[in-house]
């Protein structure tokens, strides 16, 4: 491999300071710590956030984020924006925020015309021979990658959301129907489940603090628990809201049918429990093939192969 000249090192080290350095600074000379942005806030005379779970956005935020707009626009939907998949898709990722659409935006122009400059500086200052054509197609495939890993990223935060959810739903589910057990309506037991279960789920009690917020602010049940549906994507939870939506249509008991639905997740947990177990057999099949078996065979077959190897020549000599 051909040593860098010192040319070429000070240009790397160059462009390394200026890919590290601006965000860093940006971040220390924009932020703002909570003893400011209270102090701002008694000043100016605003209220504070009704909600603990609520937190103001920082100013550098807002700033970072008009800076970025003009880049967004390069890649946001032209139309249809509000009722797109890709916005139910930030709503089941936790990403409720008016600025992250335009910092994911942002982040795939970026990534795209970014990492395809990055290589090419990297050719110039390494001084690659690369031929023309080899090096078009590498650049079309970093500028793809670069594109489309903000969306692999966004289905992973999607996924980790969901199994979140599924994990935490069976106990807020035997909450809710102990609640409604002992005399609470439905959106005082939402309520109530909503502040326990956050110690062990912050993610569904914020789901479920959404749902009591639209049963203040005058939205039927209904549409409140279609949209706790839509807005988290499990399969449990959608099975429970169709049944509690069926419970008020046609006036029956919400207990009974609470205590029906938690016996079938109960059913249900178990068979996935016994459908992975009935799994591992078959996933052990190749580390035993492919890792275990030949090391036993080497350590069982080893010396008598090569006593073999060794009698085998005189054996077919003397005959």
Not at 20 to 40: H, I, K, M, T
Request: proline share 5%.
């Amino acid at each position: 491999m051909n040593a860098y000249s010192s040319s070429q090192l000070l240009f790397l080290g160059l462009v390394f300071l200026i890919a590290s350095g601006l965000p860093v600074g940006a971040y220390f000379v924009l932020r703002r710590n909570a003893v400011q942005r209270r102090l701002e806030r008694i000043v100016s005379g605003v209220p504070g956030p009704a909600d603990p779970a609520q937190k103001d956005t920082p100013q550098w935020v807002e700033t970072v984020a008009r800076a970025a707009t003009p880049l967004a626009r390069l890649s946001v939907p032209d139309e249809g924006w509000e009722g797109s998949e890709l916005r139910l898709r930030f709503m089941r990722a936790g990403l409720r925020s008016s600025n992250a659409p335009v910092f994911f935006f942002a982040i795939k122009t970026l990534m795209a015309f970014g990492l395809p400059l990055l290589l090419w500086f990297a050719r110039a200052a390494s001084g690659s021979t690369m031929p023309l054509n080899k090096f078009v197609l590498l650049v079309g495939v970093v500028c793809s990658v670069g594109f489309y890993l903000p969306n692999v990223v966004l289905n992973h935060l999607i996924e980790r959301r969901r199994l979140e959810i599924f994990e935490s739903f069976p106990d807020a589910l035997d909450l809710l129907t102990i609640c409604v057990e002992a005399g609470l309506s439905l959106e005082a037991a939402l309520n109530r489940v909503a502040s326990e279960i956050q110690i062990n789920s912050l993610v569904l009690a914020t789901e479920l603090q959404l749902v009591c917020l639209e049963f203040r602010a005058g939205s039927g049940k209904e549409r409140a628990l279609r949209n706790l549906a839509l807005r988290t994507g499990v399969e449990d939870v959608d099975t429970l809201v169709a049944m509690l939506v069926q419970s008020e249509k046609f006036g029956t008991s919400i207990g009974d049918a609470l205590r029906i639905q938690s016996d079938m997740l109960r059913v249900k947990r178990q068979q996935r429990a016994e459908e992975r177990a009935a799994k591992v057999a078959v996933k052990l099949l190749f580390p035993l093939m492919f890792c275990i078996f030949p090391s036993i065979l080497i350590v069982v077959a080893g010396p008598a192969m090569i006593r073999i190897a060794k009698v085998l020549p005189t054996l077919v000599g003397g005959g």
